[in-house]
């Protein structure tokens, strides 16, 4: 095979300096670059061979249509061993010439075309290997049009730094005026009550003012729709109800539709949060009359679902996805109950058990009717858990539904989550009945981070803020060391201009998209430094995590997959997702655009020891050191 490669490059030769030639008629439109395939490249072993390649296209990437053509191609033939492995891997017959994979890639704000192909054809009848080739690339200008969109977006974004700016509150709204934070558990009407406003250090209730957008977990895929919408803090309409200020909040479960057998769950927060003001120079915002206010919530898709789900267990310590602690034993019977709140006839049960790294079946049944048996059976055996989901089609509900586990072989297991969704929504709330008030949290101070302006280091320290110091002692010393800007902020602080109040991972990283949209291609941030250890579990509500102080903490963005050790995972690069339609194939198409780092410290005296060693190596201390070691033997 190598030798048959060599001839190839000969020829390859000949065709490139006619190309030389022929550069003066090259278009500026046109790109054009020469492979030489090597044996490794095109071996066949347990995968087919792939060929790949980046081609960098510029911040107007977003302005062009580009089409791929394969020029001057040669071709060597197939030898019998690799014929044989091909058609041990597959049965597809090879095209004459190979099919060009194409993706368009965001890397700081600069658009990288991503192409791809199998270097294998058939040609009269023979499997060939493509071991020599030109890869031509010709943009061309997309069709513009007089009418003009703000801030027109593509997959990876492609709008101008102007655009991405005004998506972006001048200033926050904390950034005066008297502030107290609440939060609630669930989704619901609640009502503002003089002895919450009190407590907030408020009074007069009519005066109060209700801001943010509680604890749906935020859309992980950036969007200039969801930035534009979720920016800072929108004032939350109320509605006077007999002389009852009543207002809609979100808790940490949604759903994607109606007819979702799955729950959304916050996996950062058991609440959701939202901040009060009071304000004597302007009247809250209100909803006039009971229909407009009832159909601005009403029906949600939590209206057609019913939830049973407790957490605070996990079989492996890893993953955003946590289970119920008690656990069903071999032949132990356990009683779930849901109640029909849509009132309805029928509905769909969705139940989801879990095992540890054994078999275990479990009967399932609802109100006394057997619907099935779940059987859960390990696979990998790298994985310490397993889940099987089940939904089933139930008649003749009651007005509380009854669902029955029993372990009948193996176990325990342990439950994830029963879910019932009805046809119908549940009725609409009467206005006329009580509601719970909020929680008071605590009263929070200024804080105006819409107004900073891009730096080249950001470091996020735990809200307790008692690693703050040593953050300013590392701060201090790139500004003078490195010559380069530096902020250091609270996660707090983030939470509530960037995820209404509630902790959530997006948080840090809308903050960094906001810097990053702000700046243009001279003074991009460069570094983000998590200054603070994480767990596995965010919530700190199991056994291993519940005595531990959250405020001492940063998130940790995790794997859905909770059970793997080896496809269980944190990533810290994912906040440094910044480009638009980033965050949701971390393993194609989404690219980094920041350095990131992170301190795994919450004692003083452990980030001391960090910050020392990482100047000590900025000076070459390190070096020093080592000559040392290396005089005395």
């Known amino acids: 095979m190598t030798k048959g490669i060599n001839k ?28 030489n395939l090597t044996v490794q490249d095109v071996t066949i072993d347990s995968l087919l061979p792939h060929f790949s390649y980046a081609i960098p296209v510029g911040e107007q990437y977003a302005d062009s ?29 090879p095209p004459a010439l190979p099919e060009i994979h194409q993706q368009m890639t965001v890397e700081r704000k600069r658009g990288v075309l991503e192409i791809s192909l199998m270097p294998i054809v058939q040609r009269n009848g023979k499997k060939q290997f493509l071991v020599s080739f030109m890869i031509a690339l010709t943009s061309r200008p997309k069709k513009t049009t007089t009418k003009r969109t703000k ?13 991405v700016s005004n998506r972006y509150a001048a200033h926050s709204v904390l950034a005066s005026g008297k502030w107290a934070k609440i939060r609630v558990p669930a989704n619901g009407v609640y009502q503002l009550t003089n002895n919450l406003i009190r407590r907030a250090g ?7 003012k209700i801001y943010g957008y509680g604890g749906n977990l935020q859309k992980e895929v950036l969007t200039a729709d969801d930035i534009t919408s979720f920016d800072d803090l929108k004032e939350v309409p109320t509605y006077n109800s007999n002389g009852r200020r009543l207002f809609y909040a979100r808790g940490p479960v949604s759903w994607e539709s ?18 009060l003001t009071e304000d004597n120079n302007s009247a809250p915002a209100t909803v006039s009359d009971s229909t407009t206010f009832l159909n601005s919530f009403y029906p949600s898709a939590g209206d057609y679902h019913s939830l049973h789900e407790i957490d605070n ?72 858990g397993y889940e099987e989901v089940r939904t089933y089609t139930l008649n003749n509900l009651h007005a509380v539904d009854s669902i029955k586990l029993t372990t009948i072989s193996g176990g325990p297991a342990r439950l994830d989550y029963l879910i019932m969704t009805y046809p119908t929504p549940a009725p609409a709330p009467s206005l006329k009945a009580s509601f719970p008030a909020p929680e008071y949290v605590y009263n929070i101070t200024n804080q105006d981070h819409h107004a900073d302006e891009p730096v080249n280091m950001v470091i996020i320290i735990p809200t307790s803020q008692k690693l703050l110091a040593q953050a300013e002692r590392l701060a201090d010393f790139h500004r003078t060391h490195d010559n380069i800007s530096v902020r250091i902020v609270p996660a707090d602080e983030l939470y509530n201009e960037f995820s209404s109040g509630t902790p959530d991972a997006m948080a840090y990283r809308r903050y960094m998209k906001m810097l990053y949209d702000r700046a243009t291609s001279n003074n991009l941030p460069q570094s ?8 596995w579990d965010n919530r700190m509500v199991t056994s291993a995590c519940r005595n531990l102080n959250p405020d001492d903490y940063l998130l940790a963005y995790e794997s859905e997959n909770s059970f793997s050790e080896t496809d269980c995972y944190v990533n810290d690069g994912w906040f440094t997702l910044m480009d638009d339609g980033e965050g949701g194939d971390l393993l194609r198409r989404d690219k980094e655009d920041l350095g990131v780092g992170r301190f795994p410290v919450t004692e003083i005296s452990d980030a001391k020891v960090l910050v020392d060693k990482t100047i000590g190596y900025a000076e070459n201390k390190w070096r020093k050191l080592g000559e040392c070691y290396h005089v005395h033997g």
Not at 20 to 35: E, I, V
Not at 78 to 89: C, F, T
Not at 202 to 208: A, C, H, P, R, T
Not at 261 to 270: A, D, F, G, T
């Open 8 to 35: 190839l490059l000969m020829k390859r030769s000949a065709i490139l300096c006619l190309i030389l030639l022929l550069g003066c008629m090259k278009l500026s439109a046109q790109q054009q670059r020469f492979f």
């Open 65 to 93: 249509i580009y089409e791929l053509e394969i020029r001057y191609p040669e071709f060597m033939d197939m030898s019998k061993a690799d014929i044989e492995r091909y058609n041990a891997l597959t049965s597809a017959v």
């Open 151 to 163: 801030g027109v977006e593509t997959r990876t974004g492609g709008v101008s730094v102007s655009a």
């Open 202 to 208: 408020f009074s007069n209730i009519d005066k109060v």
């Open 258 to 275: 109606n007819t979702s057998v799955k729950r959304i769950r916050n996996p950062y927060s058991n609440y959701g949060y939202y901040f």
């Open 313 to 384: 267990f996990s079989w492996y310590h890893g993953g955003r996805n946590l289970f119920e602690e008690t656990p069903l034993n071999l032949n132990e019977g356990k009683v779930f109950t849901l109640a029909n709140k849509a009132r309805a006839t029928s509905a769909k049960l969705t139940v989801a058990v879990t095992t540890g790294t054994y078999n275990s079946i479990v009967k399932v049944e609802a109100n006394g009717q057997r619907l099935g048996d779940i059987r859960i059976t390990p696979q990998e055996s790298f994985d310490k």
């Open 528 to 535: 983000l430094l998590l200054f603070g250890d994480c767990v």
